[in-house]
């Protein structure tokens, strides 16, 4: 027996009872059989592992972002026209956004 679709109910609104009665389960789990079952019907509960991304490729990724152009822009303007406060102010904000976006991943 396949299990419902998970997205496709409201198990927040729903009974415990009505769930586990849903699932075909207990609350003392599943039985050896029916796990075996289902085991066999939907294979193993594992996640795959997804493709490694090193830190090098995320932070060349933070320059693929119209924000850190536009500061890096305004930086380099604030600079050539003398006013160092605003450059040096523009540049640790540009670089406050490209590290902020680094750790999110």
Do not use: C, Y
């Amino acid at each position: 027996m396949l299990t419902p679709d998970p997205s496709d109910q409201s198990w927040h609104s729903q009974s415990v009872e009505d769930v586990l009665s849903q699932l075909a389960s207990s609350a003392d789990g599943l039985s050896s059989q029916e796990a075996a079952q289902r085991l066999l019907t939907d294979g193993p509960n594992e996640l795959k592992e997804g493709k490694s991304i090193r830190p090098l490729q995320i932070i060349r990724g933070q320059f693929k972002s119209l924000l850190i152009w536009v500061l890096l822009a305004a930086g380099v303007i604030s600079g050539l026209l003398g006013d160092m406060v605003d450059a040096i102010a523009i540049a640790r904000s540009g670089d406050g956004e490209a590290r902020d976006g680094t750790l999110d991943g």
